[in-house]
């Protein structure tokens, strides 16, 4: 079962050139912060209306792919999209109200697949190799005389029955979540796969 990430984040005045990374299926939630009573609110997403309300409306007007995935609580501005998918990024932004007065809010955001679970195997000349599923992965390595800073990428070390009561751990992690795995060094001469290519 894959794991539902939440992430709530602050938006300021103006245009923030940071991109908030967050993982799909998960939970959006763009808090404006504004002080006094808000007299109209609309949220868009990539210039299309995504939801908006004025004091003089009975019910939050929701649009498009955002119908019955978006709440929005007037009183604080705040927008909370769920089950994010990946066309759900792009750039967010909302016009407010607050008596008389117009306030702008603007921020990018990225919607990127989690890690899924790592796995180690054992190539055929003993180096081992790491495999997850996931956007923007990045691989990196540990374990008995290694420099983890330069045992980086799918591939890791190259292992011999000398070290074989060694571990070794795989991280492997992206901006929204990470995975890591640890092998039993002395399991890569004792698989099928490995003597098979030693045959």
């Not at 089950?83 to 117009?102: E, F, M, P, T």
């Not at 011999?160 to 002395?186: G, L, M, R």
Request: proline letters at 3%; aromatic letters at 8%; glycine letters at 8%.
């Amino acid at each position: 079962m894959r794991t539902i990430f939440c992430i709530i984040f602050s938006l300021f005045y103006g245009v923030s050139s940071k991109t908030i990374n967050v993982a799909s299926n998960g939970i959006l939630t763009l808090q404006p912060l504004v002080e006094g009573e808000i007299e109209d609110i609309l949220w868009r997403h990539n210039g299309n209306k995504m939801v908006e309300w004025d004091n003089k409306a009975v019910h939050v007007r929701e649009y498009l792919k955002f119908k019955g995935r978006i709440k929005l609580d007037v009183k604080a501005g705040d927008a909370t999209i769920i089950n994010l998918a990946k066309d759900d990024s792009g750039l967010y932004d909302a016009d407010i109200i607050i008596q008389g007065r117009l306030i702008s809010i603007k921020h990018r955001v990225e919607v990127v697949d989690p890690v899924t679970e790592a796995n180690v195997t054992c190539l055929s000349n003993a180096t081992l190799h790491c495999e997850a599923e996931g956007d923007s992965l990045d691989y990196s390595w540990s374990g008995p005389g290694l420099q983890t800073a330069e045992m980086r990428g799918q591939t890791g070390p190259q292992i011999s029955k000398e070290n074989q009561d060694s571990i070794y751990t795989c991280v492997v992690n992206n901006p929204v979540s990470d995975s890591s795995v640890t092998y039993h060094a002395s399991d890569c001469f004792t698989s099928g796969d490995y003597f098979h290519f030693m045959i």
